[in-house]
């Protein structure tokens, strides 16, 4: 996923130092492009935990307010929209 909108080569020239793509997480509670935001974040906790101080982040999920519903879990509505799954992808 680093190389979707050229983000692997964008971030160091934003001036990020260190970014995290798809391939650095294990892939187990995955929703559509990626793993849920719990698995997400049991996986990137101890990783922000390790970080020298000061020190700032940028996170981005993948769910947003559907994570409950099913079809959303079970990829349902994938190619439907701008958002898949989400209603009219304004996060309804």
Request: charged share 30%.
């Amino acid at each position: 996923m680093g190389d979707l909108w050229n983000m692997r080569s964008v971030h160091p020239k934003l001036g990020f130092q260190k970014s995290y793509f798809r391939e650095d997480f294990v892939q187990r509670d995955v929703i559509g492009l990626g793993v849920s935001d719990a698995e997400f974040f049991r996986q990137m906790v101890p990783r922000l935990e390790k970080q020298r101080e000061p020190f700032m982040t940028v996170v981005h999920r993948l769910e947003i307010t559907r994570r409950a519903d099913p079809a959303w879990r079970a990829g349902a509505g994938a190619g439907e929209g701008p958002c898949p799954g989400r209603s009219g992808g304004r996060g309804e």
